[in-house]
């Protein structure tokens, strides 16, 4: 009986190097929509959303050349906690809440325990790179504060 290859998984497309010439903007009016959009509020997903919806820009990091959070912050428009961290926050103190209602829901109680430690994990990552301050600590009642 001969032996059977194994089959490697599907080669991907590979993606574009340069900013395709029918988008509606060049890389500094890429940039002044990035800024005026994270002034207005809007989180880094969102403007990445509304970048490519509604001014076609595929990517804006082969447009500028830069990441989009380096974009803000050389602009000064940095948000104070991370949008991932942020949003692991929110689903946190959303499922404390649900846990506070239904005491003997141990699945949640299991689920809440991973999410805290995932964003324990972030936060330790975060201090390293510079991007939280210091002495930032996740506590419950901070994540409370947030998601309000």
Do not use: C, F
Request: proline fraction near 3%.
């Amino acid at each position: 009986m001969a032996k059977r290859k194994t089959k490697t998984s599907g080669t991907t497309t590979k993606q574009k190097k340069q900013h395709p010439d029918w988008s509606a903007l060049n890389p500094r009016e890429v940039e002044s929509r990035a800024v005026e959009l994270a002034k207005s509020g809007k989180s880094t997903s969102e403007i990445g959303l509304i970048l490519r919806d509604q001014y076609a820009v595929p990517d804006i990091r082969v447009a500028t050349g830069k990441r989009l959070t380096k974009v803000l912050e050389e602009n000064d428009v940095k948000q104070e906690v991370p949008e991932d961290l942020r949003n692991l926050i929110n689903r946190a103190s959303q499922l404390k809440k649900h846990l506070d209602e239904h005491k003997k829901d141990y699945k949640n109680k299991r689920g809440l325990q991973v999410l805290e430690s995932k964003i324990r994990s972030l936060e330790k990552y975060y201090g390293s790179q510079g991007r939280l301050p210091k002495d930032w600590k996740y506590t419950t009642q901070q994540a409370k504060l947030m998601s309000e």
